[in-house]
């Protein structure tokens, strides 16, 4: 089963902090880095390679999915599959698959051997490629968070990649005709063994029936072994992250790109449309060895994989990754489990995650450990890292601001240090208008309630990312309470507070002071801009989300349709730039600064003017 659908939430595991490899091996990589990367919320910009490796994975998979017997060379996309509003795979509508109302081809039309099955396979991808590539492109334009041109990507040298991707699938093919179809050939004749989570080829989920080519008995033909040796993959049509496969415990969570199994075990294939050069084949080969884990750990610990597989697609090469043995996966789920309970199940501090890299690693072509493996000066990553002019274990010194006050509009605003920004509140008052509590079975507690100190009052509510898990079993209506690491904010000119797994409510002491006028609720912040997060496109995005950094730190300035200012278009990355008047706010545990009325946008300093990240 190459998907494993969680509910994170009925275990009490917030769905955007599990781990993954990339998060595992960044880790790995360097503390500090991860610190930046998922707590500073300090992303780099994607360069147009990604439009070369997105488009590649897509175009084979699609001509995966087609068949030989149902598909001519040259007919359009036919196997489109159905969709629910959420982007996952429609497996209840049968009728909506196009698999079976497909009228197969004549014989004569079928690849009678590799070489014509290669000429159907390399035309199918030339009539989806162009799609393809246009998809990536659009996809790589609409991010914010971008950096190069579109120029810098060649569509030829992807179209070269596809053909090779498509050749070393034909080798499993053949691979599946000589051993006679594998051992489950007598049941797919039969229409049988159709698993939960088929490979995609345009059929329902629930489907008895014999393929169109299948033969009763003797030799297998070459189209029967395309249909035996397709491997899983992750539907081409369906949304983004809707196939991942999921831990047990839910603290986990990867997506394989392909997996065989024809020969009743399993072969995990990782694509990578690169020729496998440099430090990243490093972090590769762990991956590959945590998908193996993966495996094994949401198939009972019953079920091991067999082969591990880098597909160097420029290269034309085929790396095998060792599976890791039974004691490496046991001494994994140990070691990854505590791994979450660090830097997941709390926000670690910044020197709790020490600037100390791991040694950089030199590859050649096709993943192959160069002749000097590991780069002797231990600060050799730190040259290549996009942050290390943020971070002091480098020694790249780069110009950010440190701002007390600013002067604009004839008016002289205090201004507060992004590291200084205080997202969460203590405060005492009276329970009033009780709702709850309920208890969750994930052991939270679902309450609200309206705070009251004198004439002043809040509002008291879960949050959107979960709710607390201590409060006080003596909270009632007219009770003093003291709330702890509320996350305040205002709406409609009342303060809320919001509670989640961080905040707890307990009976208020006789001394406990802390009063509701003192919570400060607005902020006025001066930063560079790292990255430009979203913008409005007119369709699925309405916001306009950046993140900035000073000399302490880093904070989200967020703002919503109505609230974003003109000069938000003209913003780019590397400029200095004030919020005046912003919300105070956070967003999975990183400071924010959020545009209402009245907030303002002021750009200081252009990216040009200061020197380049």
């Given at each position: 089963m190459p998907v494993r659908q969680g509910n994170p939430e009925a275990v009490g595991v917030n769905p955007f902090r599990r781990l993954s490899a990339s998060q595992v091996i960044t880790w790995n990589s360097c503390n500090r880095l991860w610190y930046y990367n998922y707590i500073e919320r300090l992303k780099s910009p994607l360069p147009p390679q990604i439009i070369r490796g997105n488009a590649v994975e897509e175009c084979i998979c699609r001509v995966l999915r087609d068949s030989p017997a149902l598909v001519s060379a040259d007919s359009e996309d036919e196997m489109t599959s159905p969709l629910l509003?959420?982007?996952?795979?429609?497996?209840?509508?049968?009728?909506?698959?196009?698999?079976?109302?497909?009228?197969?081809?004549?014989?004569?039309?079928?690849?009678?051997?590799?070489?014509?099955?290669?000429?159907?396979?390399?035309?199918?991808?030339?009539?989806?490629?162009?799609?393809?590539?246009?998809?990536?492109?659009?996809?790589?334009?609409?991010?914010?968070?971008?950096?190069?041109?579109?120029?810098?990507?060649?569509?030829?040298?992807?179209?070269?990649?596809?053909?090779?991707?498509?050749?070393?699938?034909?080798?499993?093919?053949?691979?599946?005709?000589?051993?006679?179809?594998?051992?489950?050939?007598?049941?797919?004749?039969?229409?049988?063994?159709?698993?939960?989570?088929?490979?995609?080829?345009?059929?329902?989920?629930?489907?008895?029936?014999?393929?169109?080519?299948?033969?009763?008995?003797?030799?297998?033909?070459?189209?029967?072994?395309?249909?035996?040796?397709?491997?899983?993959?992750?539907?081409?049509?369906?949304?983004?992250?809707?196939?991942?496969?999921?831990?047990?415990?839910?603290?986990?969570?990867?997506?394989?790109?392909?997996?065989?199994?024809?020969?009743?075990?399993?072969?995990?294939?990782?694509?990578?449309?690169?020729?496998?050069?440099?430090?990243?084949?490093?972090?590769?080969?762990?991956?590959?060895?945590?998908?193996?884990?993966?495996?094994?750990?949401?198939?009972?610990?019953?079920?091991?994989?067999?082969?591990?597989?880098?597909?160097?697609?420029?290269?034309?090469?085929?790396?095998?990754?060792?599976?890791?043995?039974?004691?490496?996966?046991?001494?994994?789920?140990?070691?990854?489990?505590?791994?979450?309970?660090?830097?997941?199940?709390?926000?670690?501090?910044?020197?709790?995650?020490?600037?100390?890299?791991?040694?950089?690693?030199?590859?050649d072509k096709g993943g192959v450990p160069s002749k000097k493996p590991i780069d002797p000066n231990p600060r050799a990553r730190c040259t290549y890292c996009d942050l290390r002019g943020v971070c002091e274990g480098s020694d790249h010194n780069l110009e950010l601001p440190l701002e007390r006050k600013l002067d604009r509009f004839g008016h002289s605003w205090p201004i507060t240090p992004l590291g200084e920004i205080v997202t969460r509140v203590n405060v005492v008052g009276e329970v009033s208008g009780l709702r709850g509590p309920n208890l969750s079975e994930d052991g939270s507690v679902e309450l609200a309630f309206t705070l009251q100190d004198g004439y002043d009052r809040a509002k008291v509510q879960p949050s959107r990312y979960g709710s607390p898990r201590q409060v006080t079993r003596s909270i009632s209506s007219g009770s003093r309470v003291r709330i702890e690491n509320a996350m305040a904010s205002m709406w409609k000119g009342e303060i809320v507070l919001d509670l989640d797994e961080k905040s707890s409510v307990d009976i208020a002491e006789d001394l406990d002071e802390e009063s509701i006028v003192d919570i400060e609720t607005k902020a006025n912040v001066v930063g560079r801009v790292w990255s430009i997060n979203a913008f409005p496109d007119g369709e699925g995005v309405a916001r306009w989300s950046i993140t900035l950094i000073d000399q302490t730190g880093s904070a989200g300035v967020v703002a919503f349709r109505q609230f974003i200012p003109l000069a938000a278009a003209g913003v780019t990355r590397g400029d200095e730039i004030a919020i005046l008047n912003g919300e105070i706010g956070e967003f999975n545990s990183q400071p924010q600064v959020r545009m209402g009325p009245g907030a303002r946008l002021v750009v200081l300093r252009d990216s040009t003017e200061v020197p380049a990240y």
């Open positions: 509003d959420d982007g996952s795979l429609d497996y209840d509508n049968q009728l909506a698959w196009p698999g079976p109302a497909t009228i197969e081809l004549s014989e004569e039309q079928w690849p009678k051997d590799r070489d014509s099955l290669l000429i159907w396979a390399e035309a199918r991808a030339e009539i989806h490629f162009d799609k393809c590539w246009e998809a990536a492109v659009d996809d790589w334009k609409a991010l914010p968070n971008k950096t190069g041109s579109v120029d810098n990507a060649d569509p030829n040298e992807a179209r070269d990649m596809v053909k090779v991707g498509l050749r070393m699938h034909i080798d499993q093919v053949e691979t599946c005709l000589n051993a006679g179809g594998g051992p489950r050939v007598s049941n797919w004749r039969a229409g049988e063994g159709r698993g939960y989570w088929p490979p995609p080829d345009g059929f329902p989920r629930q489907w008895n029936q014999p393929h169109p080519c299948a033969k009763d008995s003797g030799d297998v033909s070459w189209c029967e072994a395309w249909e035996l040796a397709r491997p899983w993959f992750v539907d081409p049509d369906a949304g983004q992250w809707k196939q991942t496969t999921s831990h047990p415990d839910e603290w986990f969570q990867g997506e394989y790109d392909m997996v065989y199994d024809w020969t009743g075990r399993i072969r995990i294939i990782d694509l990578k449309a690169s020729i496998g050069k440099g430090d990243r084949s490093a972090g590769y080969i762990d991956q590959l060895r945590l998908y193996c884990w993966l495996w094994w750990e949401t198939h009972e610990r019953s079920e091991e994989v067999e082969t591990l597989e880098i597909w160097y697609l420029g290269a034309e090469a085929i790396k095998e990754v060792k599976c890791p043995s039974l004691e490496e996966m046991e001494k994994l789920s140990v070691e990854l489990s505590q791994l979450y309970q660090k830097i997941h199940a709390k926000d670690p501090e910044m020197d709790e995650c020490p600037p100390e890299p791991s040694p950089l690693n030199y590859f």
